[in-house]
């Protein structure tokens, strides 16, 4: 397992942009997939995006497709969220989180490692 630790949230206006962060410890990062993952108040846990362990492939939930992008500096161990025109529907906790799969998958119980969560609040 990876100590995870996010940073970069806040509140913003809608059409605003955030970009999140995710710091592991160890030097294995480059074998885990990332995740991001996000929970609204009253809601489940949602799947958001993930990236392949060399950053080639990333996969999007339809929702924030076209407006978030996932990469990762396996130099600097740090995995990113970008946000743009973000919408109050965007409002939640996000948690970044890895999986020693080799391939991406958007199934929470697949990953083994949480971060505490950042809250990102988007204004109307």
């Known amino acids: 397992q990876v100590q995870l630790v996010e940073s970069g949230g806040g509140l913003v206006q809608a059409g605003g942009s955030l970009r999140l962060s995710c710091a592991a410890s160890?030097?294995?990062?480059?074998?885990?997939?990332m995740g991001w993952f996000r929970q609204a108040p009253g809601k489940e846990r949602e799947f958001v995006a993930a990236?392949?362990?060399?950053?080639?492939?990333?996969y999007y939930a339809d929702s924030v497709k076209g407006r978030f992008t996932i990469s990762r500096d396996n130099a600097k161990n740090t995995v990113y969220l970008q946000m743009n025109s973000l919408k109050p529907e965007d409002t939640a906790v996000y948690t970044c989180?890895?999986?020693?799969?080799?391939?991406?998958?958007?199934?929470?119980?697949?990953?083994?490692?949480w971060g505490q969560g950042t809250q990102v609040t988007v204004s109307s």
């Open positions: 989180a890895a999986t020693p799969r080799w391939t991406i998958t958007t199934e929470m119980n697949e990953y083994n490692s």
């Open positions: 990236i392949g362990r060399s950053g080639g492939i990333t």
């Open positions: 160890g030097r294995t990062f480059s074998t885990y997939v």
